[in-house]
């Protein structure tokens, strides 16, 4: 790093670190957040919950964003069985004024809340292809009831990542007024949280019972503009020995690449210090079958990590400007054996992918 960029960098970290210490993170406040009646097509609001079950390989997931203005709300429901049949949503986006099959209850700020789905979803099946629906089947009538327990603090991004790296990561880039107007008008509130998840499943004629199964969720409010991302990569698993692992890359026109995560082990919360490069994982505009990273920590430690994908399930934002490929992978992290989701994101511009 040169002189020049290091100045930049130390005077990016100290207004991080004042920002922080003049707006510690309220979760009573954000769990219970609500758009403003007059809020924009672009601001959203969105809670995501992922439940995994690491011996009999059930996943589930149900995403629930609600948008301004006259924009659809985008609803994800994704539940994958132990035989490998997988249930979906048709519609991810209902139009304003229509019923919104999914919900979401603050039961208590920071450590409770509820989610349900009730709605008609397609059968799909795993092949060595990949994921394939099956162009056969009718609608399957679901009834979801979950209720999510957190066992760890909550993690807000702005508020608790270690400076260092996304100072480091700023200070690459022109300190312009654009360069500053940017990074104000698309920040927002991201958290997350690991816990347990405990709730039925009405399938059809079936009811799946969870008693306590590894969950994590994802809430995060404010501007989203999905044609604004280059794109980005999600990494959470969800460990058998309880700890919780969590890498993020993101690439937008303003900031070649951000590097944020955290490990959570044994009560402590070690955040990333750096990772592997988005560069450095296969490129493909979907969801790597294989691949392996490495991250280094704060406190001086380095994990490895490699992911296997089960299935993944496409998603499209923008009006096709913008495609979400949902992973859901098994987890190793340095020989400990996980569960969790593997997200690639791209603008549909490919040139935009790339950037050195």
Known sequence: MGIIQNIKKNIIAKAMDKRKAANPFNPEYSDNFQLPPDAAEDQNNSHYFSVHDLKSRQSLYMRLALRGGSAPTEVWFVYRDGDGTVYMNERDHISKGESIPAAVECVEGGKKLRFTYTGPVKKGRLTDKGYVPDGNSGDTMVELDGNFSGLTDT??????????????????????????????????????????????????????????????????????????????????????????????????????????????????????????????????????????????????????????????????????????????????????????????????????????
């Open 155 to 356: 993690f807000e991004f702005s508020r608790h990542m270690a400076t260092e790296p996304v100072a480091r990561a700023l200070s690459r880039e022109k300190f312009t007024k654009e360069f500053r107007a940017a990074l104000s008008e698309h920040h927002q509130v991201h958290y997350e949280q690991s816990g347990t998840v405990t709730g039925s499943l009405k399938l059809g004629n079936r009811e799946i019972v969870f008693d306590k199964l590894p969950a994590f969720r994802d809430h995060s409010y404010g501007k989203r503009d999905w044609n604004y991302f280059d794109r980005y990569v999600w990494l959470v698993g969800l460990l058998e020995n309880g700890d919780f692992i969590h890498n993020s890359l993101i690439r937008y026109p303003a900031v070649t690449e951000i590097q944020a995560g955290f490990y959570k082990t044994g009560g402590k919360t070690l955040c990333v210090k750096n990772c592997t490069s988005m560069d450095e994982l296969p490129v493909t505009g979907g969801v790597p079958e294989k691949f392996s990273y490495t991250v280094a920590y704060e406190d001086g430690s380095v994990r490895r990590v490699s992911c296997s994908l089960d299935f993944t399930v496409p998603f499209v934002f923008g009006g096709g400007t913008y495609f979400v490929n949902e992973g859901v992978s098994d987890f190793t992290v340095d020989g400990i054996k996980g569960r969790g989701i593997t997200e690639f994101a791209f603008n549909a511009d490919s040139s935009r992918w790339t950037r050195k």
